[in-house]
């Protein structure tokens, strides 16, 4: 709204004129809201994709899924105990000292059960590997288009260890009901049973790569003996390309907004963006 006050590129944008009051900033609160309820941000990002120049380039039969962590707008000191002591209105009492408080959490067990971030209760406390520390997240998935790598579905959900697995059947089941079978490229995250018969049992063939770290593998010669997954494997990395771009250019790395319906509106606005940022020399005609 300031930059509004004096940049005319910001007005021509936004189409107000030179001399035009600017709209009060709780105009855009309004708006928000009203994108949010009508689901508009996944709605921009299909209408991208169903463009004739953009849809000729998408390709139907192989496609690859992922997901990562987007850092919620919370601060570790903000997870209380569920069970903590609460106010009238069922809120946790306010420290009012007019600084940050002093925090120790040496020696203190918290987990999704038994806490809870007060500043975004749909944040969870999770660990991305074995010796990393936890931190209040959210999970964005996307669903990329093997030929030119263009995000054709984005999802967030809460963060917990079967997040990945379960968005990629909700993205990938409406492609699924066809008479030829398609592909999914998949690291090896999504190397489980239950994941593996799912998707054979919806026709598709799971190009997931294999997790043989004192376990076996759900994926067997029947896949790996093709050539085509291997081409699967190195093509599914493209989709880090798309993740970089969001989370550092479209700066979802940490989120500015508080709720999952909110932050998930972001992200997928985010991958939507994305695509447009390259499809300009993807349906560029050659000379």
Known sequence: MERLEYDLLF??????????????????????????????????????????????????????????????????????PKDGPRDDHGEPPRQDSGRNTEADF???????????????????????????????????????ENRHGLLVDACLTLADGHAERVAALHMIEPRADRPRAITLGADKAYDTADFVNELRSMKVTPHVAQNTSGRRSAIDGRTTRHGGYAVSLRIRKRIEEAFGWIK????????????RDRVGWAFTFAAAAYNLVRLPKLVAVPA
């Open 106 to 144: 040496h020696g203190q067990k918290r987990t999704n059960e038994t806490h809870a971030s007060t500043t975004d209760p749909d944040a969870r406390l999770y660990r991305k590997g074995r010796g990393k520390e936890a931190k209040l997240c959210f999970v964005g998935h996307g669903l990329m």
């Open 248 to 259: 550092t250019i479209a700066g979802q790395d940490k989120t500015r907004f508080r709720g």
């Open 11 to 80: 007005r021509w944008f936004v189409g107000i004129g030179v001399d035009d009051a600017a709209w009060d900033h709780s105009t855009f609160s309004k708006n928000r809201d009203r994108l949010l309820e009508g689901d508009i941000a996944a709605k921009f990002l299909a209408a991208v994709l169903a463009h004739p120049r953009v849809n000729r380039l998408l390709s139907s039969d192989h496609v690859s899924v992922d997901g990562t962590l987007i850092e919620a707008w919370a601060s570790m000191k903000s997870v209380k």
